[in-house]
């Protein structure tokens, strides 16, 4: 049912935490299960430097979450806004069909954190 990346990333997962003096933060609910993820960037040279998630969601999430931050570590702004939540669970070779709304809390939790940190970038530059 799960692939072997899916069960990798879920056993193994990369980059679970919280970063204290994060520049950005995103934190999405899930309408289908209710469950939540919060995911934390570090912006240097408008390239995501650092990304932590903490996610009270299911295997399915905690997998993509773990995928996408290593999608995006690197990556400017906006490439990293242009990930899909589709394009996280191709790289993780699939989901179950109904599993793939459980990969909207980090796509859409990661669009929430590069928005956060532009607001107050924004705001600072005035
Ligand atoms: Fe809620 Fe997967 S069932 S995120």
Redesign the pocket.
């Known amino acids: 049912m799960y692939t072997d990346l899916v069960m990798d990333h879920f056993s193994n997962p990369r980059n679970v935490g919280t970063i204290a003096d994060a520049d950005g933060v995103g934190l999405e609910g899930?309408p289908?299960?209710?469950?939540l993820?919060k995911i934390f960037i570090k912006v240097k040279e408008d390239r995501i430097d650092d990304i932590k998630f903490q996610?009270f969601?299911?295997?399915?999430?905690i997998a993509t979450s773990s995928m996408v931050t290593e999608m995006v570590k690197g990556k400017t702004l906006d490439e990293a806004m242009t990930i899909t939540n589709r394009k996280v669970a191709e790289a993780l070779g699939g989901l179950p069909s109904q599993?793939m709304?459980?990969s909207n809390?980090a796509a859409d939790a990661l669009h929430k954190a590069i928005e956060d940190y532009r607001t107050k970038t924004a705001a600072v530059a005035g």
Do not use: E, I, R, S
């Open positions: 899930n289908v299960c209710g469950d993820m996610t969601g299911c295997g399915a999430a599993k709304h459980c809390l």
